[in-house]
């Protein structure tokens, strides 16, 4: 399915509020903090020409965060942003003076970050990225996981000395009881989700998402003219979409959200022009995007940054998969757990489609940029899936 962004707020400023966590001066905080961080580096931009030349268009380009910050997904960049912005705040207010990155590790910050519970709920990746965020500095974390969360997802997570905590029913059952148990205990819910009451901190998980698309327009050779990203809450697609507006402004790129079809809350919010909850059925492939609520400041962002709309099925998301393993000619083979490379998927749906190439001004000249959102982070269901283990796809 696809459809055009008719929305009365498109093409309408993004709110004050919004611009402000996704400008400039926030993004360069963003790669600021990561100088800090052990494991930092600008993850690759890969370019695939043969593809290109498949699909009749000038350049891809592929955002490869399959090593991000040693947790193999985007992910890494918001929860542990967050829940370190967080520590550093809470040390302000109780110091009663400046506290900045390079104290991060000192007894006095870690004292305080040992006091603080930092929760949430997952599908895998947002809780592995919080629970090294409070890892990293003495502080607990408490994570929220559905029935549908593998047990090797759940085993990343807990590695990092974080509790683990089995809901039953789906992803958003699991942002619920994780939100009335943080308020009973006096934690801090740090999710990639907003609801009415709560913004802030979804937020700053958005913020963090900036740098990678500071380092692809860094890398790129030209900036891109269409992007195609996937999305769960629509929280990375947000990230994206909106700091590309705000860098680019009218010569910003054609954008396009994709979702899976079984768990389209995005599309479906889209064509209703307000925030639709989809009812839960038949479970995704896809995990990581399985959510049936948009985040409502995803939502207002999108409505006015997004030009298009469109879902994937379950054999889109597997083919991906399978033909980044095995590129075409020259391109290299690129590692892409069940949801990383759906926005390809979307791409290659597009081009395949005469209208829906046309309506996105798809041509010769165009050049794409897709985000592989993770890695196999879970191996098992990789290797079922792609038939070879991530080791020999990069080997």
């Not at 929280?235 to 079809?261: S, T, W």
């Not at 889209?270 to 985040?295: D, F, I, Q």
């Amino acid at each position: 399915m696809f459809i055009l962004n008719t929305n009365a707020d498109y093409r309408r400023p993004l709110e004050p509020a919004d611009a402000a966590i996704l400008g400039l001066d926030a993004a360069a905080g963003v790669e600021r903090h990561l100088s800090f961080r052990d494991q930092h580096a600008e993850t690759p931009l890969v370019s695939l020409p043969a593809l290109a030349a498949e699909t009749g268009v000038a350049a891809i380009h592929l955002k490869d965060e399959g090593q991000r910050l040693g947790l193999g997904s985007f992910k890494a960049l918001g929860g542990a942003y967050a829940v370190i912005r967080l520590i550093l705040e809470e040390a302000e207010a109780r110091l009663g003076r400046p506290v900045d990155m390079p104290e991060l590790y000192s007894p006095d910050i870690r004292k305080i970050a040992g006091t603080m519970t930092f929760a949430c709920a997952t599908d895998g990746n947002h809780g592995r990225s919080v629970a090294q965020g409070a890892e990293l500095v003495g502080a607990r974390a408490a994570i929220f996981v559905h029935a549908g969360v593998s047990d090797e997802r759940v085993a990343a997570i807990a590695r990092f000395g974080a509790a683990m905590i089995r809901v039953a029913g789906s992803y958003d059952d699991s942002v619920k009881e994780a939100a009335r148990v943080a308020d009973e205990r006096n934690w801090t819910i740090v999710s990639d989700t907003s609801w009415p009451g709560y913004e802030r901190i979804p937020g700053l998980v958005m913020q963090g998402y900036t740098a990678l698309v500071r380092e692809a327009l860094r890398q790129m050779p030209a900036p891109p003219t269409h992007v195609f990203i996937q999305s769960g809450v629509g929280g990375i697609a947000a990230a994206v979409a909106g700091h590309l507006a705000i860098m680019l402004g009218e010569r910003r790129p054609v954008f396009a959200v994709v979702d899976p079809a079984r768990a389209a809350c995005l599309f479906e919010t889209a064509r209703a022009g307000r925030p639709v909850t989809v009812p839960h059925g038949e479970p995704t492939v896809m995990a990581m995007l399985e959510c049936y609520e948009p985040s409502l400041v995803a939502w207002r962002i999108l409505s006015r940054v997004a030009d298009a709309f469109m879902t994937v099925g379950e054999e889109d998301a597997v083919a991906v998969m399978r033909r980044l393993a095995n590129p075409l000619g020259t391109d290299p083979a690129v590692v892409a757990g069940e949801s990383g490379g759906v926005g390809l998927a979307g791409f290659l749906k597009a081009v395949a489609d005469p209208e829906v190439k046309a309506a996105l001004s798809i041509g010769a000249e165009s050049r794409i940029l897709l985000v592989n959102t993770e890695g196999a982070t879970d191996p098992g269901k990789y290797q079922e899936i792609v038939g070879l283990s991530p080791c020999e796809v990069v080997r």
